[in-house]
């Protein structure tokens, strides 16, 4: 081969090169996004589901979808529960107005509409603390299959532990048993300190000699004892501390946030998020500090500062967190 052929070659694998980097700057960059809003209205299930996780993927940068993903979601779509998830990437505001549209389906009276409402609410985590209340009487509707969502999405939730706890624990009476089960199965997702005031419920439950004192031991086993060493928080610090950050954050934020006051170790870090660009993350991390509470008094500097000059969402929870760390009642 001629040094010409050579250098023919390395120009045309230089040019391959480039134009792969090219089309990967492109999916990764908001100029694909126009592409991305056209697919979801595909006839086409997985189309969509595949645009729904290419914008969920890009984040902040995806933000002139959120119109038609909140639309998607008080539409009632087929995908409306992956429109809610990816939005809880994009943009705080529409996320909290499709949170509040779910919110308030929960007291439809179309009963596969109330159904829905409770299983969406569970996928927004954090984003969705100010729906448990409403979950948690959900939790005693007389659907058995709106009380199953309903419990399911308050152990994926986790806060406030004053009404997320005493519901699954009710729940553990349940008439029916798939409802009992559910209730274990978000309990074991709790912290052990915060779920062991479910110990006699679940004593009674192994008792009982039904399908589920096999499943309500193996949650005995982990809770009745002593507690755990305080390993996951330090490795949940870690995971925000010194600017690293592994998986998803927003994930990190709902374990620190369940850990409740227990948590006021992880404020430094949390106020290191507070002075972000980064409007979800910040909202997540204050709700982070609501669920700490009282503990998290360093955290006042910074939240007045957001409640005075933040966003409108953001300036709302500020507040919110600051009556929390006087000690006001939620």
């Not at 492109?26 to 809003?37: E, T």
């Amino acid at each position: 081969m001629s040094r010409r052929e050579i250098l023919a070659h390395l120009l045309a694998l230089w040019l391959l090169l480039v134009a792969a980097g090219g089309f990967y700057a492109y999916q990764k960059s908001a100029a694909m996004v126009p592409a991305l809003i056209a697919y979801l209205d595909s006839p086409k299930k997985p189309e969509v589901r595949a645009a729904l996780g290419r914008l969920q993927e890009l984040g902040p940068a995806a933000a002139a979808a959120a119109p038609r993903l909140l639309s998607m979601v008080r539409a009632e779509a087929a995908d409306a529960e992956g429109a809610i998830t990816a939005l809880s990437r994009i943009d705080l505001a529409a996320t909290l107005a499709a949170r509040d549209h779910v919110r308030a389906a929960l007291r439809d009276r179309g009963m596969n509409t109330r159904r829905r409402a409770a299983e969406r609410l569970g996928s927004l985590g954090l984003l969705a603390r100010a729906a448990s209340g409403d979950l948690a009487l959900a939790a005693h509707d007389p659907d058995a299959v709106l009380r199953d969502r309903a419990v399911a999405s308050l152990g994926r939730i986790g806060v406030p532990a004053g009404t997320v706890v005493p519901a699954l624990i009710a729940a553990l009476d349940d008439p029916a048993d798939h409802v009992r089960h559910t209730a274990i199965v978000a309990l074991e997702s709790l912290p052990a300190d915060q779920a062991r005031a479910a110990l006699p419920a679940l004593r009674r439950l192994a008792e009982r000699g039904s399908g589920l004192d096999r499943r309500a031991r193996h949650a005995l086993a982990r809770l009745d004892g002593p507690l755990p060493p305080a390993g996951e928080l330090g490795a949940l610090r870690y995971m925000l501390g010194g600017g690293k950050r592994f998986g998803s954050l927003d994930y990190t934020l709902q374990q620190i946030a369940r850990h409740g006051p227990g948590a006021a170790s992880v404020v430094p870090e949390l106020l290191a998020l507070l002075a972000g660009d980064d409007e979800l993350i910040r909202y997540t991390a204050i709700e982070t500090l609501i669920a700490i509470g009282p503990g998290a008094a360093a955290a006042r500097p910074a939240l007045e500062g957001i409640a005075a000059t933040g966003a409108a969402p953001l300036r709302q929870v500020a507040q919110e967190a600051l009556a929390t760390l006087a000690g006001a009642p939620r």
